[in-house]
């Protein structure tokens, strides 16, 4: 797949100090394809195409943009920097090069203060102590770096591939679990609620509770704390290979799609509507009622019981639908819950003494259970709330999960018919350690590079190994052939032994020597590509007097040809 490369410069203009700076914007193939542009920018600042960048973005498969310090420095500045983040947030992938600490706190601070966007800053060093503060999370990594950027983070990673573990598991699983722990909170509190509030209508606003006292201290204490806790710590919808394999089911938490307002405004409403339900169904089943025996059963004390055993049920049932992932925990607290209910109703209304509750609010509901119970209006209450607030969530759930299934469901499905995952991806090879790795901290001779996990080259400067032979290398190369003649005033040194043919290359052209000359001082040594020459005008060698016939080619490794335009490097 062929990738484009955005380059910036953000260079002074030459009318001085007050003129307007210039941007050069240039996109460089790997083909021969050469895509260049060059805008001068002012207060009006024109972006590049965005039909042009979308349609090199699908011909060569997506842009990056490689920015430098010195670049950055300009494009941070108040006018540019709103062109800057918007040209960079067309490509797919934007690097900043030879930055400083607090040049990396602006750019994330830059995306904090125009998009909508959570960010995440990870580091190892201290240089990144400023970029982790700024970002919403802070991620450092422990490591020979010292333990500035840990201390400073939010999480801590041992190795920078443990960040993808990070946020498709264990950052995708919390989100879901926070997402159906808030809209199942407010649905339990809205109809518990809002069923006190229709009650008072029939009690002549006198704050009468339907509930009784206890009973209302339990709610949220015993009866529905335990299964909600249960689902916020231990469901996920597919486990942690499938959330690895599969990182796009990381995109709908990026968008918002598992709360927001919508979904909070339907379990307000979800919840007001239970709360209807779970009252006027056995206010009506119990008005004017009588039982078998002749007795009446219109009373407080039944009502209450009924109406609050309809609301554990159903919003035990509601979290029963709500788990995805069923465990020997979830069992038990879920149903465990109903039972603690009905236990603590019996060992209230019937099991005590009338002695230890008569100085109570539940004194008045004594005996009430066993009263209840025996009557076909309490079960049919419970019937007919549990079947007109539990049976539309079920076939709901049941009709989008077979007619619009998501990524996650089909997933789930394919799991429980024993499917394993696809394994055409390539299996990452297992980091072996060697004697190198395993050496103390004390002892390392690592480069001291970010994210550096293997040896560096301090043995090889330390041992002298490096430039041992450059004596013989310089003799040996100078007496051999040359491409191009050298003039007596300019003896090139060479800083490698390179060989004389390029047997990979497809070109078939010679490589050549690079020499290194002298030049004075405060004179910057530039490099013109495409241009007729390449080092600075009074201290050119005499074979660059003419234009080479490679000039503005350069050979990769593999032995294509790349062309690239750039302006005017400073060396």
């Not at 109406?307 to 607290?333: C, E, K, N, P």
């Not at 190198?436 to 400067?461: D, K, M, N, P, W």
Request: hydrophobic share 40%; with cysteine.
């Amino acid at each position: 797949m062929n990738s484009d490369y955005l380059a910036l410069f953000f260079q002074p203009s030459p009318g001085g100090v007050g003129s307007k700076p210039r941007i050069e914007i240039e996109t460089i193939h790997e083909d021969s394809d050469i895509v260049s542009s060059a805008r001068s920018m002012d207060r009006n600042i024109v972006t590049p195409d965005l039909k042009s960048a979308e349609m090199a973005e699908q011909d060569s498969g997506g842009v990056a943009l490689v920015i430098n310090g010195d670049s950055l420095a300009f494009a941070l500045g108040p006018r540019l920097e709103r062109t800057f983040l918007e040209v960079a947030c067309m490509c797919n992938a934007v690097i900043c090069c030879r930055v400083t600490p607090l040049q990396k706190a602006q750019v994330v601070d830059l995306v904090k203060r125009n998009k909508k966007a959570v960010t995440l800053s990870i580091g190892d060093g201290a240089n990144d102590v400023s970029m982790i503060k700024t970002a919403h999370i802070g991620v450092g990594i422990s490591g020979q770096e010292g333990m500035q950027a840990v201390l400073a983070s939010d999480y801590s990673i041992g190795q920078f591939k443990y960040l993808e573990r990070l946020l498709l598991v264990h950052g995708r699983w919390p989100y879901i679990r926070m997402a159906k722990f808030l809209r199942y909170f407010f649905y339990k509190n809205f109809a518990f609620t809002l069923t006190m509030f229709w009650y008072s209508f029939f009690c002549g606003y006198s704050a009468q509770t339907v509930f009784d006292a206890i009973l209302i201290a339990c709610y949220n204490l015993f009866f529905t704390a335990l299964p909600v806790l249960a689902m916020g710590s231990l469901d996920q919808d597919v486990d942690d290979h499938y959330s690895l394999r599969y990182p796009k089911l990381y995109l709908p938490g990026q968008f918002n799609l598992f709360f927001n307002m919508r979904i909070f405004i339907y379990s307000v409403l979800h919840g007001m509507f239970s709360s209807l339900v779970i009252f006027f169904i056995p206010y009506g089943a119990f008005y004017n009622a009588a039982a078998s025996s002749g007795k009446d059963l219109d009373d407080y004390s039944s009502l209450a019981f009924t109406t609050f055993t309809a609301l554990v049920v159903v919003v035990t049932g509601q979290i029963a639908f709500d788990t995805a992932y069923w465990t020997a925990i979830s069992h038990f607290v879920i149903w465990g819950s109903l039972v603690l209910y009905f236990f603590v109703c019996f060992l209230l209304y019937e099991w005590l003494p009338v002695s230890w509750i008569v100085k109570t609010s539940s004194s008045i509901s004594f005996g009430v259970v066993y009263r209840t119970m025996v009557t076909p209006h309490f079960w049919f209450s419970l019937l007919m709330v549990s079947v007109v607030l539990l049976l539309p969530v079920m076939l709901n759930r049941f009709f989008w999960l077979d007619t619009h299934p998501s990524f996650a469901d089909r997933l789930r499905i394919r799991r429980k018919m024993g499917k394993k995952p696809s394994t055409k991806d390539d299996k990452k090879t297992a980091f072996k350690r060697t004697a190198a790795t395993r050496r103390s901290v004390r002892g390392s001779l690592r480069s001291g590079y970010a994210f550096s996990h293997s040896q560096g080259f301090g043995e090889l400067i330390l041992k002298g190994k490096l430039f041992k032979n450059v004596e013989n290398l310089r003799g040996k190369n100078n007496s051999g052939s040359k491409i191009h003649p050298t003039s007596d005033d300019y003896q090139p040194i060479l800083v490698s032994s390179v060989p004389e043919s390029s047997e990979g290359s497809s070109s078939g052209a010679s490589s050549m020597h690079l020499p290194i000359g002298k030049h004075p001082e405060n004179v910057p040594h530039t490099l013109n590509v495409n241009t007729e020459d390449w080092s600075h005008s009074d201290f050119r060698p005499s074979y660059a007097k003419e234009p080479s016939p490679l000039q503005g080619t350069v050979i990769r490794g593999d032995g294509r040809r790349q062309r690239a335009i750039s302006r005017e490097t400073q060396v």
